[in-house]
């Protein structure tokens, strides 16, 4: 399990919580283990969501200063482009096939 990567330390987080919830059930407290639970799904909620927009964060900020400056943004607009110019020439074709016939 590698800690520096997000997946290592959601993995980890989930085996510490299970390991917390085994050790209160073994205490025999069930109505605190049930709590305790509770409290952790919550917790491993907001902490995959700050995950998540960490990794968006840096993922966009390692590639340039704004979202538009990510590779994959590049592309979809590279492509939309394209698709632009493609149908700028269709339109121009389309008067000249008229005048033909």
């Known amino acids: 399990m590698n800690l520096k990567t997000p997946a ?25 283990a049930l709590a305790a639970m509770i409290a952790i799904i919550i917790v491993a909620f907001w902490v995959v969501v700050g995950v998540m927009i960490y990794g968006a964060q840096e993922n966009v ?27 700028d020439k269709q339109a121009q074709a389309a008067p000249e096939a ?3 016939r």
């Open 98 to 100: 008229k005048q033909e």
């Open 8 to 32: 290592g330390i959601l993995t980890a987080g989930i085996v510490v919580s299970v390991v917390v919830y085994l050790g209160i059930v073994l205490v025999a407290q069930p109505a605190l």
């Open 61 to 87: 900020s390692g590639h340039g200063l704004t979202a538009s400056d990510a590779p994959s943004v590049q592309a979809w607009n590279d492509r939309a482009d394209r698709l632009d110019e493609l149908k």
